[in-house]
């Protein structure tokens, strides 16, 4: 397929050019660059249609500083590609061009996926594991619970500490969810299960804990045998807490 350049101009703002490669393939460059300075790769397939596509140079790149996809990166990535509206196989990100008029849309889209998926060397392990808490909570506020629903509600008792959980769930009998990615926050979870024992009041108690991260075993088990409610992972910590409210 000849590409006219011109009429993908007019569906795009971005100055680009193309650099014609060998087999009708065009190699698009798009002005943006990672922040080691190599230019992003992405390129215009155009046999039996056009499809934009970075040929796994992103992960490629990656790679290139030691940088492991670990199980709570593979997490934020899926998200970024589905954000993006575009794909991920076999290392590729791809997205499909279906007419002219949509390359525009299908480049800003592709050089976003490209540069956000880029920015996952940035994060530390510790600010990956992170986005676990935050994942919770945006599970629970989009959830049939979410009127129910308190965030980082502060709770006194009746021995003047305070009581810290993530997820203040109303109830006949109110529900504290708490969020542990690692060994710090497992500590303060504990403490904070020992004043709801303390309190004088009766609430009840889930503990989620991140199965990916390196929380030491001792301090698992330890929240495991206070929790009411311990749960391994966040994948279906709604539909958990549902049936622990219910039973």
């Not at 011109?6 to 798009?30: A, N, P």
């Not at 392990?125 to 919770?136: K, R, Y």
């Not at 009411?228 to 539909?239: A, E």
């Amino acid at each position: 397929m000849i590409v006219n350049e011109s009429l993908l101009r007019q569906s795009v703002c971005k100055q680009f050019s193309l650099e014609e490669l060998d087999g009708g393939d065009y190699l698009i460059h798009t002005d943006m660059y990672f922040d080691d300075g190599d230019e992003l790769h992405i390129v215009l397939k155009t046999e039996g249609g056009m499809m934009l596509s970075d040929e796994g140079h992103t992960m490629m790149w990656l790679s290139y500083d030691g940088f492991k996809i670990t199980p709570a990166r593979e997490r934020i990535l899926n998200r970024i590609i589905g954000q993006n509206n575009v794909s991920f196989e076999d290392g590729r990100i791809t997205a499909d061009v279906k007419t002219v008029d949509d390359f525009g849309s299908s480049l800003s889209s592709m050089v976003q996926a490209v540069m956000q998926v880029a920015d996952l060397r940035r994060l530390s392990h510790a600010n990956v594991a992170s986005t676990f808490v935050e994942d919770i909570l945006a599970a629970f506020l989009s959830s049939s619970l979410k009127d129910r629903c308190q965030i980082k509600k502060r709770i006194p008792s009746k021995t003047g500490d305070v009581i810290e959980p993530d997820v203040y769930i109303e109830s006949e009998l109110p529900v504290l969810v708490f969020g542990v990615n690692n060994t710090e926050k497992a500590k303060e979870v504990f403490i904070n299960l020992m004043f709801v024992r303390d309190s004088g009041y009766r609430y009840r108690t889930v503990v989620v804990i991140d199965d990916d991260a390196d929380v030491p075993a001792k301090d698992c088990r330890r929240l495991i045998n206070t929790a009411d409610r311990p749960i391994l992972g966040k994948d279906d910590v709604v539909s958990i807490t549902e049936e622990f409210i219910s039973a």
